[in-house]
């Protein structure tokens, strides 16, 4: 066991050093590994998710790029997916503990530094998060009949928010990145996970094909329109409400309990810390739609529109 740790240690080290580096935005580099950016000890984790992980066909991943409102959507999928035995009471786990603690992230959490967890003792249908781009998913996850409901936002909206959260990061030594600085590297698809757009395209694409595998949703409609949403989630998942739980006020009781309003005034969520060390408060900043308003100049917008635009171009997907 130890052996096999210390392989895929020499493995990595070998393998980052022969990947294209940048600055990063919190971490001191990022490294592009099969198409996308990374610190180190993310491409640690997707490598150590991908030689290990095994999924089974009753798995559901919550995929999604980076401060789309994966906080929100490991939310409303924890509670439905368990509403049977965790109802929404006085002691339903969320308000306990931060959404981070009760779904984690794969290759952030599960696989970080090197860790091989057990997960073959978890109950089904086992709920993951992960960031991992499409093609870089682990080979079983492409091969089992499991389930990945996908969450994009708006670019501009995707930037701001990962702008202002990667400088809450920082070290106060290392002071702020500037708008212009990360707007640029975001630009050039220098992000965490980036290029957003490939990263987008990739997971709306595989829902074109099989749209019983992939579910692609959007913040923005989540926003507006949180109980089809809801219904549309538990349906895909093969949990759909029952005409007594729709009577009984089942989905707009979920949908109340993720808000984010609900949310992030939970004492939990606006003092403690994620066992990884984050602030739990860090993942609730305003929770709207066209934030981005407040903080890109026209030039920026057209700028992000154009490549947008030119991207996404005869794909059918419009952000
Ligand atoms: P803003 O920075 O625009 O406020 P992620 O969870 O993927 O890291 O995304 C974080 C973004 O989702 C933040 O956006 C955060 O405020 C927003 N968010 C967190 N919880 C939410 C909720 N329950 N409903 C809507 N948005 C939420």
């Not at 091989?116 to 978890?122: A, E, H, R, V």
């Not at 600085?181 to 490939?198: H, K, L, N, Q, T």
């Not at 309003?261 to 066209?290: C, M, P, Y």
């Amino acid at each position: 066991y130890l052996q096999q740790e210390e392989i895929l240690e020499q493995e990595c080290k070998t393998l980052i050093s022969s990947l294209p580096k940048e600055n990063g935005w919190v971490a001191s580099h990022l490294y592009k590994y099969q198409g996308f950016w990374n610190p180190a000890r993310h491409v640690r984790g997707i490598l150590t998710c991908q030689e290990n992980f095994e999924a089974r066909n009753s798995d559901v991943f919550l995929v999604s790029t980076p401060k789309s409102g994966t906080t929100w959507l490991k939310a409303i999928l924890f509670t439905l997916i368990n509403r049977k035995h965790c109802p929404i009471n006085q002691n339903h786990p969320l308000l306990r503990n931060n959404p981070h603690d009760l779904v984690p992230f794969l290759e952030l959490k599960l696989y970080v530094d090197n860790q091989i967890p057990d997960l073959s003792t978890l109950n089904s249908p086992r709920l993951f998060a992960t960031h991992i781009p499409f093609f870089s998913l682990p080979k079983s996850v492409h091969d089992s009949s499991c389930k990945l409901v996908y969450l994009c936002r708006n670019p501009k909206d995707t930037f701001v928010s990962l702008w202002q959260f990667s400088n809450k990061l920082r070290l106060q030594e290392m002071g702020s990145n500037s708008l212009g600085e990360a707007f640029d590297m975001f630009c050039r698809g220098v992000s965490i996970y980036g290029p957003f757009w490939d990263h987008v395209l990739d997971y709306w694409k595989e829902s074109m094909e099989k749209p019983h595998k992939v579910l692609f949703l959007k913040y923005e409609d989540m926003k507006e329109h949180p109980i089809d949403n809801l219904r549309c989630i538990a349906e895909f998942l093969g949990c759909p409400f029952s005409e007594q739980e729709e009577a009984l006020g089942m989905l707009e009781e979920i949908s109340k309990l993720c808000s984010f309003d609900n949310l992030s005034n939970l004492e939990i969520n606006r003092t403690g810390k994620l066992s990884s060390g984050e602030q739990n408060k860090a993942f609730f900043r305003r929770g709207e739609v066209g934030d981005w308003k407040n903080h890109l100049t026209a030039e920026m917008v057209e700028k992000l529109d154009h490549i947008t635009l030119h991207n996404f171009s005869g794909s059918g997907l419009e952000l």
